[in-house]
């Protein structure tokens, strides 16, 4: 069956009824907790003013003022000789920690500072190497057992990670379940997202894509200030951000299966339950027969069922067209999350209120969300993809031309930078699910995701050369968008078109600028007709 068909056989369910608008909530709700599950070590692993513990030294309390401000850091035991201060070594009795804003956090549980300094940033990588490890497993797992069942196993796994690290008794034990935790984040995140891709209409499609799960994960993210303002303990604070995941149980059985993963696996007569309980939820009449008279089952005893074929990785490389799509577009991925979070860590930190400036942070991806979705209506895919990257690495080298004493105007491009970063990025999750087929969608979408976490785990590095010189993390990171923005311009528009459901469907990259060249139009259409003889495999 082609996508054509199952929209074309669907239509009678309508766009906007109950059933979709149910689909449409429950499943945005689901990515809530994804906000905040790795933007929390900002709270939980923030590192507050410390000195070294004294309580049973006779020494002054300007000694104590020295070894923190002095060139120990807090990491060496000073003592007045002779008239002057004198370094004796590392604290031996450990660290005294101030409590103006935090009760505890995992650094001074542990006390991760000084020569353990590392292990601060060390735990999130942790973290993202476990949305790695996810982002490759939950396609393949997604395109074999269904996305219903993988987004509640790994929802289930995010929760339950989550409450056992609350009971850590070691910094290794907090790092071992942060990985599980990882794995479970980005694996039902993007279970969610194909999942309501599938699910729901083509219009509606694309609200779900930008002002569901986007601006849901954002509100997730704008909900951590607001419990770590009210929580002061990293434990207790954990256990709040990871008790709500209890809440989902219920939504098993109100979120059905995709019905065309399930056609995709010949299991034909539950896909046509699915849709008949949508339709008696819209209050809609369906037709006696609603797949079984489609040219897809028609269609079964001249081609392989796709039951009987079992798609891998390596049909994400397979055929020319395929491979393109799934090269191009792990590769704008990858540059694009490196400026994303490479801008986060390098933007001037604002002077006030922490809670307040990561409240701030996110109420911008939302409007950075919102403006996608208004434009989404109005523009092509690519355009949104390729105008913002294009305008975002050019504004990033401007910065090259700001004197250093104008550091507003500095923040206000790398913002500026940062919401066009931000809306293309939206957009990239919607012309990904459109370009990928559904056999292999999930584990496209993985692939995808896999590289995007590739891509945070090396942008703390931007930041880092920023010792060396003040502009150079933004020339690199200008360089870098700019050079996706011209890749982008390759990209097939997805715009209006049917879902691709083999392999055989799969869109063409624009190799001739936007394919206006007659002999590149004639090359693209004979290549096509080949790989259309050419058996499923």
Known sequence: MTSLDYDEVTSFLG??????????????????PNGYTGMAMVFLADTPSYR????????????LSLAEDGSGGGCLEYRLLNGSSNATGLCVDGWEYSNERYHSTIVTEWDLVCEDAWKVPFSLTIFFMGVLSGSFLSGEL???????????????IQTLSSLVQVASVSWEMFCVFFFFTGIGQISNYMAAFVLGSELLG???????????????????????????????????????????????????????ESPRWLLAKGRVQEAEDIIRAAARKNGITPPEVIFKDSDLLLSEKSEPKSSDVSYSYLDLIRTPKMRNITVLNSVVWLITTITYFGLSLSTPNMNGDPYLNCLLSALMEVAAYVLAWLLLKLLPRKALITFPLLTAGLVLLLIHAVPPENSGLSVAL?????????????????????????????????????????????APFFPYLSH??????????????????????????????????????????????????????????????AEQLQPNV
């Open 15 to 32: 766009e906007r009824g109950p059933f979709q608008i149910t689909i449409f909530v429950l499943l945005s709700l689901s990515t809530v």
């Open 52 to 63: 070294c513990r004294t309580s049973h030294r006779n020494w002054t309390s300007a000694n």
């Open 142 to 156: 997604s395109d074999r057992f269904g996305r219903k069942v993988v987004l509640f196993a790994t929802m289930a």
């Open 202 to 256: 083509r219009n509606l499609r694309v609200v779900y894509s930008v002002l569901g799960t986007c601006v849901f994960y954002a509100l997730g993210y704008a909900f951590l200030p607001l419990c770590a303002y009210l929580v002061r303990s990293w434990r207790l604070l954990l256990a709040v951000l990871s008790l709500p995941g209890l809440l989902y149980i219920p939504l098993w059985w109100f979120i059905p």
């Open 414 to 458: 790398a913002m500026g930078a940062k919401l066009g970063v931000t809306a293309a990025f939206s957009v990239l999750y919607i012309s990904a699910v459109e370009q990928f087929p559904t056999v292999v969608r999930g584990m496209g979408m993985g692939v995808c995701s896999m590289c995007s976490k590739t891509g945070s785990t090396i």
């Open 468 to 529: 060396y010189d003040r502009i150079l993390p933004y020339i690199l990171m200008g360089v870098l968008t700019m050079l996706a923005g011209l890749l982008s311009i390759l990209m097939p528009e997805t715009r209006g078109v049917p879902l691709p459901e083999d392999l055989s469907q799969v869109q063409t990259l624009n190799w001739c600028c936007c394919c206006c060249s007659p002999a590149c139009s004639r090359k693209r259409r004979k290549t096509e007709k």
